[in-house]
């Protein structure tokens, strides 16, 4: 199969994502200070490992099918639906909140892209279903290290 322009183009969207999204964790994780530094510091280790993963992954099926990738600086730069990460110093509230959105964003641009790459190839929509649960299941799990428990469990809630 040869992918058309606009099934290399939807994939093109998703790799960027994800090679900022590995940027932005390394980002992240070189420049955090505060409470939870070391948890924080190794969760970012496992998001930057899956995103480097999903990229490679995804370039690689895109080869597969005859699209060229495009992993250069200034493309991902440019073409990326992530916010741009901040300088300096971050404490762990801020990162959370921004990796938090990257993750959002990065998913976000696969559940755009989604019907339009299942139509055309069905097989790369399975890889996509593999990213999406993954990078979500890393913003519950970022996210929850500055939730607040506010409402109680009871046992009928429990049993559901």
């Not at 970012?44 to 995804?58: C, K, N, P, S, T």
């Not at 999406?132 to 049993?159: F, G, H, P």
Request: aromatic share 4%; no cysteine; hydrophobic share 45%.
């Amino acid at each position: 199969m040869k992918a058309t322009p606009t099934l290399t183009n939807n994939l093109q969207a998703v790799l960027v994502d994800l090679i900022e999204l590995h940027i932005q964790g390394k980002q992240a994780h070189w420049n955090i200070v505060g409470t939870n530094f070391r948890d924080l510091h190794l969760q970012l280790d496992e998001i930057i490992e899956a995103a480097r993963g999903f990229a490679d992954e995804m370039a690689e099926r895109m080869r597969a099918l005859h699209a060229l990738p495009d992993g250069r600086s200034s493309t991902v730069s440019k073409t990326t639906a992530l916010a741009e990460f901040p300088t300096g110093l971050i404490n762990t509230k801020d990162a959370i909140e921004k990796i938090v959105a990257a993750l959002e964003a990065a998913v976000g641009t696969m559940r755009k892209v989604h019907d339009e790459v299942d139509e055309e190839d069905p097989t790369t929509a399975d890889l996509l279903h593999a990213f999406i649960a993954k990078l979500e299941q890393y913003a519950w799990m970022v996210n929850a290290e500055t939730m607040r428990a506010t409402a109680s469990v009871t046992t009928a809630d429990a049993k559901k």
